[in-house]
């Protein structure tokens, strides 16, 4: 039997005691700062208009002298001067990938031996060299599943680059190449587990999962208890983002996401810009020691609680207990951001349109969209406007959505463009 349970990816280092630990950060934090500064121009300009010197910032704390970037002025801040606008140390020709995220915005892969950092999740979770991984993560513009992908190489495993959709033919190699890990959203993992039940693939005939890593959703605790009574998945979850990584993953406890022990993580106050202590909601803010993109102060706009009590599992380093939500209205459907602005542009594009609600539910375990569509008096609804509409819908946020005509009186909160009524129980 394979020991999924316990293990690590640099056992030194997950497991450094709190004095030592300490120790590192503050070597890496004036490390990244110093780096940033010379060779980052936008971390220049920011630091001097803020009057702080390389020199003034010796520990955590003394990155509140230094003011956010934030990731909806990435796109701005690039087209001063693309494609970087001076946040990357190394010029494009130095860079292994680009990527291109909603905006656009535009995000380096540097020839660092790993840039995004998601081996140590992996381990985490319980993959082990010699799984055969099924990736269902995007691999066109989107690093998803390039970034997941070569650290199961670098951890040992097999990869099978399958990417998003193709929900039978995901069975078909699932049973045919005998795969053992997953990773992907859990919504489309169950998708998955539920059309291989219908095909007749089931644990001990032909289904072989034991393990996910899954991300860029929310897992509810329900979900995760499904995958493993019903299906024998042990299943863990990841945090991170397209601009900086890994920013959190389980452990077998799964107790929390462990904060990865080579960044510098943050939790702001919001309101305040001050940093809040254990149990409190903060912003994600991160700081990064990354040759190529040496981002400091990156605030995510992911809202979260941390806590840093002991782990059974060893790890010292502080977990993010969830993640409860966005500081703006940009939110996550079927795991892909949609903006406000992304509403706007099918506006734009709609002239019969007054307008557009996006409405998210969830139906069972997966994320439904709804738009309400408010007509201009001289407009009338039809079906060939309905299809029109949400085709516009599908193009703009790579989502599909069923439109519903409505009057302005349906609509929930009127001045809100993106309508969140899920709830993760
Ligand atoms: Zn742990």
Redesign the pocket.
């Known amino acids: 039997m394979i020991d999924r349970k316990r293990g690590f990816y640099d056992e030194e280092q997950e497991r450094m005691p709190a004095k030592e630990r300490a120790g590192f950060v503050r070597r890496i934090l004036r490390e990244t700062v110093q780096y940033a500064y010379e060779k980052a121009p936008a971390a220049r300009r920011k630091m001097d208009e803020a009057s702080v010197h390389p020199n003034d910032i010796q520990d955590v704390a003394d990155l509140a002298k230094i003011p956010l970037t934030r990731k909806a002025d990435l796109k701005n801040i690039q087209k001063t001067e693309l494609p970087f606008g001076g946040l990357a140390a190394v010029p494009p020709r130095g860079m292994r990938r680009i990527y291109v995220s909603p905006g656009p915005t535009f995000d380096p892969e540097g020839r660092e031996e790993t840039h995004w950092r998601w081996e140590k999740a992996f381990v ?1 979770a319980g993959f082990r060299q010699g799984d055969i991984v099924q990736n269902t993560f995007m691999y066109h513009f989107s690093p998803a599943g390039l970034m997941f992908d070569e650290a199961l190489i670098r951890i040992g495993c097999t990869v099978i680059p399958a990417g998003v959709g193709n929900t039978e033919m995901q069975v078909q190699v699932l049973r045919d190449l005998c795969v053992s890990g997953y990773v992907g959203t859990p919504s489309f993992l169950m998708t998955i587990l539920e059309k291989a039940k219908e095909m007749g693939v089931v644990p001990g005939d032909g289904l072989q999962l034991r393990v996910a890593l899954v991300a860029a959703e929310m897992l509810p605790e329900t979900l995760r208890k499904r995958f493993q009574e019903e299906f024998g998945i042990q299943v863990r979850q990841a945090y991170g983002t397209a601009d900086v990584g890994s920013l959190g993953y ?4 799964a ?1 929390g996401m ?1 904060i990865p022990d080579e960044i510098i993580l943050e939790l702001v106050d919001p309101a305040t810009g001050e940093a809040v202590g254990p149990g409190k909601i903060g912003e994600v803010v991160v700081t990064l020691p990354n040759t190529t993109y040496p981002l400091i102060r990156f605030a995510t706009g992911d809202l979260s609680i941390f806590t840093d009590d002991p ?5 010292t380093s502080a ?1 993010l207990l969830r993640i409860v939500g966005r500081i703006d209205q940009v939110t996550k459907v079927k795991g892909m951001f949609v903006h406000p602005e992304q509403v706007g542009q099918i506006e734009r594009k709609t002239p019969e349109v007054e307008a557009l609600q996006l409405v998210v539910t969830r139906v069972g375990h997966e994320d439904r969209m709804t738009i309400q569509a408010v007509l201009k008096k001289s407009a009338s609804p039809s079906d060939a406007l309905r299809d029109r509409i949400s085709e516009t819908t599908r193009e703009v946020t790579r989502l599909k959505g069923e439109v519903v005509f409505a009057n302005e009186a349906d609509l929930f909160e009127k001045e809100k463009k993106i309508v969140d009524k899920r709830k993760w129980e």
């Open positions: 985490a389980e452990c077998f406890e107790k462990h782990c059974p599992c060893g790890r977990r």
